[in-house]
């Protein structure tokens, strides 16, 4: 331990503690910018400068550890000058058209800029220009990236990805796409990563309110709204909403008030993915000599993207089987239009997504129906949800819950932890067994698989197909090093589940924004808790994805339920795909 003088207050801290952790610890704030724990330390903003006596110069405080007998000054006059400083020398060269910035009000140089009492800007703004690319779901505006290097150090320590990178020298250094590339030509999974951990609007998810908007004002056209299940654990915190408020009924009653004419649950398609990925095991394990192994789960269309471009030669590894979405926006546009007696070519199917890369994937030319329209015609994230909640003048805190619509509406247990790392393995497992003997295992019976733990590895025993070796990991920093591994043969699994963002769904690119706080733990958590709470905790007891099967598809891997519900993962390819 160390003692340090701050502000006037004698500090003892463990030895080797950064003037900011210190501060933090004593309750003094220290306004910074670029700071990220463990990932972002190189004090690039110089907002969290500070005065230590005896030293000519001020120093940073995120990096600048104290020692023993230090005398510091957080909020001196010479400090204040200098933050005020530095800060309009950063808007200098910003787009402050706050009006019109989708992380107005949730922004941390808007924030600073008031707190620091900034009210004119002595110096000439000269912003940078780029061109905005609307084909890819992540957007970079150039003319308000601070130089913080957060997105870089995300992208490179986190996922593994490499995207970004400095470009530049001297007054003109800024932050583009790596190797002097476009984002739409490089081998970027479109996590959103980057976005939800830049302080400004400079890393955007591609917005498509407008789209969904047009749909809804159209009367010739049926609109159908799909909800993920980590939306419905993040959707409020834009609200402020306390728990007991915070439930999915008020978000069903919103997005009824908005105008969809149909609000249906992407649990039911999870339901129906277990379903089919569950008997695609069991058919794989039991015929181990036809296929490669391990098998990967293909949910997560991040984690597909990578696959392909990464691990090439691993692409038939994945399951066949769709996501949920897409699964949902193909029974949506068969089954249900049938049922209904609605042309399919007049509705409009929209996601809420908690993920950025979703938006690509709806996009796929694999991800077509018979009449070449996409299953799914727009994706939305949790945030895009919660502007139009606010665009129209909906106060979700004062409406009365209501229900999902029906038959697409039901889900399990099992369904509402495919947000939540380890949820899709765990649903999974349960209806294999079930496939396999018969007969239902508690289902708590495969918590070895959840945690948040970035790698985790178990071995179950199912009686009739014997040991299951399963892993599940998330973050692609961390799927690569299981992929290098699994490549080597250090390790061998027979089913694998990957998840593109830490945490799984929960803390995906499309999820509400706090700056400096990671929420997927804490979301995830409430899934499982969800699922503990819900009377039907097994896929294959669903009562409607049943029904499903009895009057439609007839049964899992069947004609139809191949037709509809799984795809060639081979038969498109990524920009950046590379040979490996």
Known sequence: MVTCSMDGRTLTVPKGSTILKAAEQAGIPIPHLCFLKDINEIGACRMCMVEVEGTERLVPACNTAVTEGMVIHTNSP????????????????HNSNCTVCVRSGNCQLQRLSHDLNIHFQPYEVQLERSHVDLEVPIVREASKCIKCMRCIQICDKIQGMHIWDVAGTGSRTTVDVSYNRSLKNTDCTFCGQCVTHCPTGALTVRDDTNRALRA???????TVVQVAPAVRVAWAEAFGLPKRQATTGRMVAALKRIGFDYVFDTNFAADLTIMEEGSELLERLSHRGKYRWPMFTSCCPGWVRFVKTQFPSYTENLSTAKSPQQMFG???????????GIDSRKMC?????????????????????????PDVDVVLTTREMCRLFRSDCIVPGDLEEAPFDSPLGTGT????????TGGVMDAALRSAYFLATGTNPDPDAFSKVRGGKPWKEAVFSIPGIGEVRVAVVSGLANTRRLMEAVDSGRVE???????????????????????????????????WQMDARTPVRFSHENPDVQALYRTYLKKPLGEKSHHLLHTDHTAWSVEGETSR
């Not at 010479?78 to 060269?93: D, E, F, M």
């Not at 809804?216 to 049926?222: F, G, K, R, S, V």
């Not at 193909?330 to 209904?340: C, D, I, L, N």
């Open 78 to 93: 010479r400090v204040r000058q200098a933050r005020k400083t530095n800060l309009r020398l950063i808007l200098s060269q």
């Open 216 to 222: 809804l004002a159209d009367p010739e056209i049926t």
């Open 330 to 340: 193909a029974v949506a546009k068969s089954y249900f239009a049938e049922k209904m």
């Open 349 to 373: 199917v929209v996601s809420i997504m908690p993920c950025s890369a979703k938006k690509a994937e709806c996009e796929l030319p694999t991800m077509r129906n018979a009449f070449g329209n």
């Open 413 to 420: 247990g099992a369904a509402v932890i495919f947000g939540a």
């Open 493 to 527: 699994y027979d089913f694998v589940e990957v998840m593109a963002c830490p945490g799984g769904c929960a803390g995906g690119g499309g999820q509400p924004i706090r700056d400096g706080a990671e929420l997927a733990s804490v979301r995830g958590t409430r899934l």
